[in-house]
């Protein structure tokens, strides 16, 4: 059953409209009566189409959908701006796999140059690309794809643990920080998870960082791309704290 | 440091040719005395540049590199075969992750139709994918795309643990069976993962699978794009068999 995430007071009037509402009669092909999933990112309604036109669709509210489906800490990607389109992929397999929230972040190795008047029009594109996924994904809430800040610029005092993916760092032995980390996460944690651009973090960076809390974990014994490192994050969160294994 | 994987009797002879001279010259644009990493897919060697043509590089070999970079479990990825070139983005990913070999393989939902005459030059096409992949991270052993079987014509009999990826394990309560599975693998044991196409797996081979010893298996209260239960798969294996915690 597809998913739809619109504002709180559309919600209340039973209304769906714009682009989602063209995807409901035109892509997905629904009927009145068919059954969607309709969310105001706080809770998730289980909902009969009772109208359809392609810029206007009605439902009424069924019943209210339980079960949590986030992750119990929120995760905050600081991406090193990678070269092309592998920031889209990264938002949307980074959703499925239930980040909180996204910083494209300007790392001296990124190549991507800051134009600022196309900063908005990006944003804009990365959240609608974040919309999308958790809609597939049955998120609850929407990940934000916040601003496309410089490293120097963003504000890490507010995160309970902080995590610099680092590839040396298997070179100097380590296999322990990250995992000895994410092991003890607790349920509302905060973390910052900084992962550098193709090139990777510079040595000023990683300096800079260390100084801030971080901890330069390595991801294994293999050199993963700048967007599978995301992927390998993620996963791990979830393996570690929503999977359970018999005893 | 670039790796090349060559045949067993060019590493021998000290000579590189084909494409990877290509690469060595004109991409990477290497000097006479620039380091490489080269490997016949059993040892890794750090070598010397000491000629350089288009068409055909000379090394010497200076001292063979040691330290594991492979999964301790032998991964094969049955996917159901995906939309588009997603399947090509599986190999360059699954392979950094650490799988070791992967058959696109063809489901009833697949939407894939396979013509017998391009099979083998798809089959190339992904052989090479998952080359570059385990050169650019530094894999000892080169994953091969064997083949682009039926499902009902696999033979799944030398497996010691055969996992199905089925969303549908959750709302049956699974948050157990994936877990419970990797953390009880030991070295050199064989998985099999099986992972439906993008409508999933159709009943019939969800009990024909089932029949053969698969367990269906929930990977976390998000429903994955298929490409990205393949990601989780692997990053969550390597999590659990590769990195350790202090304790």
């Known amino acids: 059953m597809q998913k739809y995430f619109i504002p709180k007071e559309k919600l209340k009037l039973g209304i769906i409209d714009t682009d989602d509402a063209f995807h409901i009669t035109s892509v997905m092909r629904c ?4 059954e969607i999933l309709v969310s105001d990112c706080e809770n998730t309604y289980n909902c009969k189409i009772t109208s359809l036109k392609n810029d206007l669709v009605t439902f009424e509210i069924m019943y209210q959908e339980i079960g949590n489906k986030e ?19 990264i ?8 980040a909180y929230e996204f910083y494209p972040t300007i790392m001296k190795r990124s190549v991507f140059k800051l ?37 120097k610029t963003i504000d890490f005092s507010k995160y309970d643990k902080k995590i610099l993916c680092f590839e040396e760092a298997y070179k100097n032995g380590d296999l322990y920080n990250f995992k000895t980390i994410i092991s003890s996460l607790k349920k509302d944690d905060k973390i910052a998870i900084v ?46 704290m929503e999977l359970k ?3």
Do not use: W
Not at 91 to 98: S, Y
Not at 224 to 236: D, G, K, M, N, Q
């Open 115 to 151: 134009e600022e008047k196309k900063k908005e029009s990006k944003l804009a594109r990365f959240n609608k690309i974040s919309k999308e996924a958790a809609e597939q994904s049955f998120r609850q809430y929407v990940p934000q794809v916040c601003d496309i800040p410089y490293l």
């Open 245 to 247: 294994k018999s005893e």
């Open 195 to 240: 992962i550098g651009p193709e090139g990777g973090i510079d040595k000023t960076e990683y300096d800079y960082l260390l100084s801030l809390g971080f901890i330069p974990a390595s991801l294994g014994p293999r050199i993963l791309r700048t967007e599978t490192a995301v992927f390998y994050c993620l996963s791990s969160i979830s393996y570690e």
């Open 91 to 98: 938002i949307k397999h980074g959703v499925e796999l239930g």
């Open 31 to 34: 009927h009145i009566g068919d």
């Open 71 to 89: 992750l119990p800490v929120f995760v905050s990607i600081f991406q090193g701006y990678p070269k092309g389109d592998k920031m889209e992929e």
